[in-house]
């Protein structure tokens, strides 16, 4: 798909996973959403079984008390919620109550990481996925837009045990034709590397695209790796794709330290040599702004990744990185 700035179409999660949860709802009647004080995610559930929908309220830990009830019940059990919420003030109730006895709950966490941008820190959530993949038994899905936001619900819903797909809050930018297939094991190779490789998931697919088709052209060719399921983390794919390359970068909306930084750092310690960059969410305070503003503050920007590629190729030493 073009990433062409003057032609990118941005869609809402939201919408479209509400239709997916609603087909789950008639394939299967054991399945049942829980939200807090929020219906759009499960509008299609509600309208067709509304006795197969529970809102608690604002009360976040109750509402995984509950999740954890109806599993234990024999219930499929999807909880859908306001992603700063629901990882600040359940976490002790994800962990004990769902993560460790390993039950069949499905989390959709809306607005992870920057997504409420204005809104400010207090709900600005960029630790979701590291708070989730430190869990037991946890699948983890940061999709970037609409189309493996599908495909991410539909992967955590055919697994059992428990999963967290984290969705946008507002409109995310079109990245995927509406046929890719994805694939939770090796992720979706978008570009195929050159002298650097781009391991992105979420907001960050689209930005690393970016800044390949910046530095498109020769000697400077970036490889995209998307990565929907983040959690388990393809190790083995990630070191394949940077056998041969000068420099890797990780574009994330998410804290390097327990995000695809982490990650992508502990599967090349000791298999590879060479530049490495992260361009994530760092632990300072942030502006007041809009999620674009917000990215530049943490220069998670097709510029900034770009550059990083630049500098890394450009260095000493380079082209002889193995």
Do not use: K
């Not at 994805?182 to 695209?209: C, E, K, Q, S």
Request: charged share 20%.
């Amino acid at each position: 798909m073009s990433t062409d700035t003057n032609t990118v179409t941005a869609l809402p999660m939201r919408p479209v996973v509400a239709d997916v949860l609603r087909e789950a709802a008639d394939a299967d009647p054991r399945l049942v959403v829980l939200g807090a004080d929020g219906q759009a995610l499960a509008a299609g559930v509600r309208e067709r079984y509304p006795e197969r929908y529970i809102d608690v309220g604002i009360a976040e830990a109750n509402l995984v008390g509950v999740a954890s009830g109806l599993a234990r019940a024999g219930r499929r059990v999807v909880v859908c919620a306001m992603a700063p919420f629901l990882v600040r003030r359940a976490a002790e109730q994800i962990r004990n109550d769902v993560a460790n006895p390993g039950l069949d709950v499905t989390f959709v966490g809306v607005g992870g990481g920057l997504s409420y941008g204005t809104l400010g820190p207090t709900h600005h959530c960029p630790e979701d996925l590291g708070f989730f993949s430190a869990l037991p038994h946890t699948r983890v899905y940061c999709p970037a837009d609409v189309v493996d936001a599908a495909w991410a619900v539909r992967q955590a819903l055919a697994v059992p045990g428990p999963a967290y797909v984290r969705l946008g809050a507002r409109a995310d930018r079109v990245v995927h034709a509406p046929d890719e297939r994805f694939d939770a094991g090796t992720g979706l190779l978008m570009r195929p590397p050159g002298r650097a490789l781009a391991v992105a998931a979420g907001a960050g697919v689209g930005i690393a695209l970016d800044a390949a088709d910046r530095l498109a052209g020769p000697g400077h060719t970036l490889g995209v790796l998307a990565l929907t399921a983040v959690t388990p983390f393809p190790q083995e794919r990630v070191r394949e794709l940077a056998a041969g390359v000068d420099a890797v970068v990780v574009v994330e909306e998410h804290l390097a330290s327990s995000g695809l930084g982490a990650a992508t750092a502990l599967a090349l310690a000791g298999q590879w040599h060479g530049a490495f960059a992260a361009h994530s969410v760092h632990t300072g305070y942030p502006p007041i702004g809009d999620r674009e503003e917000l990215l530049a503050h943490y220069r998670i920007t097709a510029g900034d990744v770009a550059a990083s590629v630049l500098d890394a190729v450009r260095g000493p030493g380079a082209g002889a990185r193995r």
